[in-house]
């Protein structure tokens, strides 16, 4: 009589069962079925150009524009993408030519942060399918916006939290659902990073290849400062740290591990989000914290912690989220290696894993061809969730207290100071419309 499998036992053959099915779905379509061809356009090539290079990998996909206000970029780009895949693509500076041309099927937005949704929006009403990098908006009006953007054109809308299509991060969801520490009721979060001080220097004229003004778009002008683009370590991404165009490191690297941690609770809207922190670390120029902890709670006793260092590599947990429940403990990493233990702090089970984000954009690339715009692993909406909870607590630090919010949709009750973050000012002709 055949011995019952154990249930460690199941998960793992189900998944070698299942890479195998889609290693052999991906052999028979490339050789008797070819794909329809998609064709793209890449915004923002920074890290756009790692998306560029994903896209370049699939089947069936034409890379046919790169796009960036930085021409030396694009140019740099363009000759890398041929150089490695044999690829070639048009460099371009303003995405608008991307949706003026019919044959593109979706543009990558990857600019900075303060396009994401505008960008997507106007590329909606032009008729194309967004994949666009998280945080999914630069403020919660927006990400409103967007829902509603793709909702009226039946397009697939994808946002870059590409966590959401890792096997065992599903894996790890699909214990959690099932019981595997019983009744789930907080999630920790963590990132740190040892960035350096910024100091803006004076306004200054831009470089002679970079459209300053294209460059800022939906945002109302400023003037050109070196250290805001072009500061070093990293060239063309200080202007996180700023609110006139980031969101800090909680919308920046936060919305990841918020992503994994309301999926792992089943929770949608916070009731109430809680903010400590600030600049401690430096006395420079940036305006957001670089020492941040925020909290949000659910409704149905639940809780979502998460904890910045952008300025100090040393971690209080080796995990990426820690899941808490009644029965024990599930951790899981920012590869999606986890580990299970149970209420004694014993490890019961380990899972290792890897992250590719050649996976998240295959499940943009299907539902395109299926035409299933819903069945998106990181669906706008879901996007527009995770991304909100780096809205709140952004806003419950700058207002100085507690936010109290509508389980239904996230929205601030009884504080207009707040609630007048829920929306930017634009530069005129650039505030997203969905009629």
């Given amino acids: 009589m055949p011995q019952p499998c154990t249930r460690r036992q199941f998960l793992e053959s189900s998944l070698v069962a299942g890479a195998a099915s889609l290693a052999a779905g991906a052999y028979v379509t490339a050789a008797d079925d070819p794909p329809r061809t998609v064709t793209v356009g890449i915004m923002g090539l920074s890290r756009g150009a790692s998306l560029m290079a994903t896209f370049a990998a699939q089947p069936g996909v034409v890379v046919k524009y790169l796009c960036d206000v930085d021409e030396e970029r694009a140019n740099q780009a363009a000759v890398r993408l041929q150089a490695e895949k044999g690829h070639p693509a048009e460099p371009v500076g303003d995405f608008r030519r991307i949706l003026d041309d019919p044959q593109v099927d979706a543009l990558v937005c990857a600019a900075p942060n303060h396009w994401h949704a505008p960008a997507s929006i106007l590329a909606l009403q032009a008729g194309k399918h967004v994949y666009v990098e998280k945080p999914c908006s630069h403020n919660p009006w927006e990400g409103e916006m967007l829902v509603a953007a793709a909702r009226k054109a039946h397009k697939a809308v994808q946002m870059g939290t590409q966590r959401r299509s890792g ?69 063309h991404y200080n202007w996180h740290w700023f609110w006139h165009w980031g969101n800090g490191e909680l919308g920046n690297n936060g919305v990841h591990a918020l992503d994994i941690c309301r999926w792992g609770l089943g929770a949608d809207y916070p009731i109430r989000v809680t903010s400590s922190g600030g600049r401690y670390r430096y006395e420079d120029d940036q305006e957001t914290p670089d020492t941040h902890t925020v909290a949000f709670e659910f409704e149905g006793r639940k809780q979502a912690v998460w904890e910045g260092l952008s300025c100090n590599k040393h971690k209080v947990d080796s995990g990426f989220v820690s899941f808490y429940g009644d029965n024990g403990v599930l951790a899981i990493d920012g590869s999606g290696n986890f580990q299970v233990f149970d209420v004694n702090d014993r490890v019961v089970e380990e899972v290792k894993g890897r992250l590719d984000d050649g996976d998240h954009v295959r499940n943009f690339l299907t539902a395109i061809r299926e035409g299933t715009p819903l069945a998106l692993n990181a669906e706008i909406l879901e996007g527009h969730r995770s991304t909100l909870l780096c809205h709140l607590g952004n806003i419950a630090h700058r207002v100085g207290r507690t936010l109290h919010c509508d389980p239904t949709n996230g929205h601030i009750q009884g504080d207009e100071e707040a609630m007048a973050l829920w929306k930017r000012e634009y530069e005129p002709g650039w505030e997203p419309t969905v009629g």
């Fill in 167 to 235: 096997a065992t991060y599903q894996q790890a969801i699909s214990m959690l659902r099932d019981g595997v520490i019983g009744r789930v009721y907080l999630a920790r979060s963590w990132y740190n990073n040892l960035r350096p001080a910024v100091t803006l220097g004076p306004p200054a004229d831009p470089p002679p290849h970079f459209d300053w003004n294209l460059w800022q778009g939906p945002a109302p002008r400023r003037p050109y400062r070196d250290y805001l683009i072009n500061g070093q370590p990293t060239s």
